[in-house]
Each structure stands twice: as C-alpha cells, then as structure tokens.
C-alpha cells in the first residue's frame, strides 16, 4: 500500500514540474512516463486521462496548501483576527503554480478551474470557521454560524474578484474591494475598520 501511495506522489510531483516548467497543453503522457522511467500502464493504472492528472495535481496542490495553513495557526498564541490575517496572506496558492493557475483561466479548462474554487472552498472554510469561533469566543466576533460565515465569505470573494470566472472590469472590482472590509464586519459583528487589511490585500493581487 505504501509503495502504491509512493508511487502515485511520485507521478504528482513529475506531472506538476512538467506543467509548470512546459505548460499543461504541451506536455504528453509519453513525458511524464520518460521523466519517471515508467511502462505506460503504470500511470494508466493511476490516472485514466491527462485531464484526470491534471485534476489531481490541483487538488494535491490545494492539499498542501491547505496543510500549510493549519501548521501556521496551530497552538498560534495571536487572537482570532490576527489568524485570520496570517491564513490570508498564506492562502495563495497561485505565487508558487502560476503557470498551473493560467492554465485554468483558458475556456477549455473551465470545469476544473470551477473544482479547483469548490476544492479551495471546502477545504479552507474549516480553517476559518475555526478561527471565527475563536473570535467569537474571545469577544472579537458575534455569529452563530460560523462555518456558513466562512463558506459566504470566502466563495464571495473568489468569485467576485476571480478574473478566470468572468471579465469583471476594474470598476466591478474597486467597488467589491472597497465594500469587502465592511460586509465582513457586519456579517461577525466585528469592530469598524477590523477587516481594512483584507481590501489591501486584495489590491495587491
């Protein structure tokens, strides 16, 4: 089992430089095969299709991002709002696979740029609701829902201001970015002005 697992992270890791380094569209499963030194129905026995692959290689990368995450709040001594500022500035997962993330903004990859949202979605949401509950527990917030709390803020966000999803124009986005901060705050009941460093953030990006 452990060898079957070893060698599918193998496969992952290979694939992923390849899309990287030489793009998704121009690269084979025959490359990924040579780079590893494997029979062709090795990999076949792991991933049916490159798309299959290329849908792994996201959610391993989410994965892992996700990983990273969790280890960077956990026994954090930093209150609830501090937390949430670290999660954000670590959850981009676009600075190290930016290749891989273009990819998804091409129309034929539309679906798994929509699995890849989802996969960040409920993946990190647990991550903030957490925090949020901390928050909460610590005077900072108010909610009582604070996993749907996470889920609307954070889907809000990465629709509205994903560029892959729709052609927002640069007006459609300075007015979200400016209303974010404030929505936040009413939504956890947070203090005025709390969440100001999210609509800096977001014009960095």
Not at 32 to 47: P, R, S, V
Not at 82 to 101: P, T, Y
Request: glycine share 2%; net charge neutral; with cysteine.
């Amino acid at each position: 089992m452990t060898k079957l697992v070893n060698r599918r992270e193998e496969i992952l890791k290979v694939a992923r430089n390849l899309f990287l380094t030489k793009d998704y569209e121009k690269t084979t499963m025959a490359d990924i095969m040579d780079a590893l030194e494997i029979a062709k129905g090795t990999i076949y026995h792991y991933f049916k299709s490159k798309e299959a692959l290329f849908e792994a290689v996201i959610e391993d990368i989410v994965e892992k991002k996700v990983k990273q995450m969790a280890a960077l709040i956990k026994n954090s001594p930093k209150n609830a709002l501090e937390k949430i500022q670290l999660l954000v500035n670590a959850g981009n997962i676009s600075q190290e696979n930016e290749k891989i993330v273009e990819q998804l903004h091409t129309p034929a990859n539309d679906v798994l740029h929509s699995r890849l949202l989802a996969a960040i979605l409920m993946k990190q949401a647990p991550l903030y609701a957490e925090i949020i509950q901390q928050g909460c527990d610590e005077g900072i917030f108010k909610t009582k829902n604070p996993l749907e709390c996470a889920e609307f803020i954070l889907s809000a966000i990465q629709f509205l201001t994903d560029m892959g999803i729709y052609p927002w124009t640069k007006e459609d986005l300075q007015r979200r970015i400016q209303a974010f901060p404030t929505l936040i705050e009413q939504m956890l009941q947070a203090l005025s002005g709390s969440f100001q460093f999210l609509k800096d953030k977001l014009e960095q990006n």
